[in-house]
């Protein structure tokens, strides 16, 4: 088999592409796009499922004064239910994830196996710091993700403390040391491995993605794909890497 009849091979077995790593308008405040207008675009570049991983963190609390907890909660999944509300229309499928950051460090996780009761939990452990979370939370149902771990300011973690490794952060504005990442994820022998666009503005759109046989239906389904390691990783819909 040549290399061209294997790549037609696994992209026929491997039909679906999702998105892992984005980000909308307004909750995000480094996002330019509505969550209505990430979909369309994602539609326009044969994405079958996209996760919303809007920032939850302190600085976002903090941009909104007058929101409690519960506010900010609803908020936050607002952006998750208007994107769904443009998907169906496509036959597109919107996980609800988040972007993680504790107060101790700029370091951000991305959450997978996500609902309202999760995000009220990872609320309450701000101030308690990645190592008091995984210690105390028991989360079977979810997977905690090192999104680029070698970006400029990020903290190196014991590995311990996370089950997987975003090897290919694809955001075209940062340097997300791709390389180092991919190295580090098999040294410390990380049992997931991720890509993901980190899309934020209409020229990034679909830099990256994760290809699967099949389709999962909800946020939890998709951490069961995850940890089955069955799945290809894409960059800019031309290259699969083989994770």
């Known amino acids: 088999m040549t290399v061209s009849e294997l790549k037609h091979t696994l992209r026929k077995d491997y039909k679906y592409r999702i998105e892992l790593h984005a980000h909308t ?18 539609h326009q570049r044969n994405y ?17 004064p007058e929101f409690s907890k519960e506010a900010y909660i609803d908020s936050y999944l607002k952006a998750v239910d208007d994107a769904k509300k ?3 229309k496509y036959g597109i499928t919107v996980f609800v994830g988040a972007e993680i950051r504790f107060d101790e460090n700029p370091n951000d996780y991305l959450l997978y196996g996500v609902d309202r009761d999760i995000l009220s939990v990872c609320y309450d452990y701000f101030s308690k710091g990645l190592e008091a979370f995984r210690k105390e939370v028991k989360l079977p149902g979810s997977v905690l993700v090192h999104a680029h771990p070698f970006r400029n300011g990020m903290t190196r973690v014991s590995p311990e403390l996370v089950d997987g490794i975003e090897i290919l952060n694809l955001h075209p504005g940062h340097n997300s040391s791709v390389a180092l990442s991919t190295r580090y994820a098999y040294e410390t022998k990380a049992k997931i491995k991720t890509a993901g666009s980190d899309f934020h503005e209409k020229f990034h759109l679909g830099c990256g993605a ?7 239906t909800d946020t939890f389904e998709l951490v069961e794909l995850l940890k089955s390691g069955d799945y290809l990783l894409e960059i800019s819909g031309e290259t699969i890497v083989l994770p």
Request: a negative charge.
């Open 86 to 88: 443009v998907a169906e």
């Open 25 to 42: 308008s307004p909750v995000s405040s480094c996002g330019a796009v509505s969550p209505e207008d990430m979909v369309e675009l994602y």
């Open 48 to 64: 079958h499922g996209i996760v919303v991983t809007n920032h939850f963190n302190r600085y976002n609390i903090e941009r909104f």
């Open 210 to 216: 994760l290809l699967a046989k099949e389709m999962p």
